[in-house]
């Protein structure tokens, strides 16, 4: 019997290598191994260094192939343990965006089809779920607030195991490509402030504040009057014992509150929004920029810091695996779109930077430090969680590194009969 299970188990794994060669076959270089449940093997192209090693454990990775949802199928494979991947994450996605923008013909769907037929695949555990599904209108307060709480609630422990120490959860500023997290983490909030151009004594609104990590930063060491907003109440508890334990209570306040809702606390010298707009979405943008406009003082600054879909890319007529498990109702907008927003509201677009390669550099190290904190992460949120990250943060690093997402700084002015008050140069900025 045992011999029979072993012989249905080769015949098994022979059919799934047939499927992967069918798929793979014009694929070059190809710098990786593929290892099946049997223990067999398919070794790199004669030459090449092998980057990782992809372990087929379950045949459901091969019906994912065929969905019309790719992405995410090939996600919840992943997650759920249908294969894993050793050596360098980042190395598979090339692979898996040629595999998922394959073309499948009716004669190659009847021969895959074929060669599935017999492949026995395990079920999955139907209680262990992680999607999100959200309720009422998209983009209103309620639905924010229940796709902040989503994603930022997971756990301040679990972000507190690989971020730096400051909590800054935004892409950091590298001077160097060996800062370490903390350091560039620290530029980072410093080149805000500078862009900014803080000065002691003015009001500064900090929308969609995270742990508090900017405006903490901002009064300490710029001597400014410092608000922070958050839809998550976590952020929210976590950020007031940060202040308080700075003893910057007198400068600085975090309240739960939506930006829809921040003109009751009055008007702002400056104001930033880092790694907020991403929630916004493209139909609410107008109002995001109304709303900004009416809380700044006449002459006062809008540092607008966030992640934008490249212009050359459309929008994906799918949910993506991050949509579903990660970054509900998360809108990626192109920059033209957002500056057109900006000056309709009546800014005037003063500087826009793209910081492409600091995010890919930050998403490494977040990444790196995930999987060395692969214990206390899985005995803090679960395994389940633990894999969706750990794909989440490598496939953004990819999505970085190869120009498919941007993230821009964009500096806005509320000019004054057309003086924006600004210096000639950006040197202060540097010096």
Known sequence: MKERAQTATGKSASKAAAIVRELLQEYHPRDFAIEYWDGSRWDPEPGQFCRFTWHIHNPNVFRALLRSDRQVALGEAFIHGDFDISGDILAIFPVAEYVEQKHFGAGKKLRLGTLLLGLRSKLHDKEEVAR???????HSKSRDREAVTFHYD???????????????????????HDDSLETAQAQKLDYICRKLRLRSGERLLDIG?????????????????????????????????????????????????????????????????VGMVEHVGEVALPEYFRRAFQLLKPGG???????????NRTKPDERTFTDVYVFPDGE?????????????????VRDVENLREHYFLTLCQWLRRVENSME????????????????YLAGSAHYFQSGKLDLYQSLLVKCVDGRSGLSLTRGDWYD
């Not at 600054?301 to 212009?311: D, E, P, V």
């Not at 206390?376 to 794909?391: H, N």
Request: net charge positive.
């Open 209 to 273: 504040c995270g742990w508090g990590g900017l405006i903490i930063h901002a009064a300490r060491y710029y001597g400014v009057q410092a608000i922070g907003i958050t839809l998550s109440e976590r952020q929210l508890t976590l950020a007031q014992k940060r202040i308080k334990d700075a003893g910057l209570s007198s400068r600085c306040e975090v309240r739960l509150l939506d930006y829809r809702d921040a003109p009751q606390l009055g008007e702002f010298d400056k104001l930033a929004s």
């Open 132 to 138: 999100v599904e959200l309720r009422g209108r998209t």
């Open 376 to 391: 206390p992460v899985t005995s803090l949120v679960g395994e389940l969680k633990y894999r969706i990250w750990r794909l």
């Open 154 to 176: 997971v756990s301040n422990d679990f972000y507190r195991l690989w971020l730096d120490p400051a909590m800054i959860y935004s892409c950091a500023y590298f001077k160097s």
């Open 301 to 311: 600054l809008f540092l607008n810091h966030g992640i934008a879909r490249a212009g």
């Open 332 to 348: 990626m907008i192109p920059i033209p779109t957002t500056l057109r927003c900006a000056e309709d509201a009546g800014f005037e």
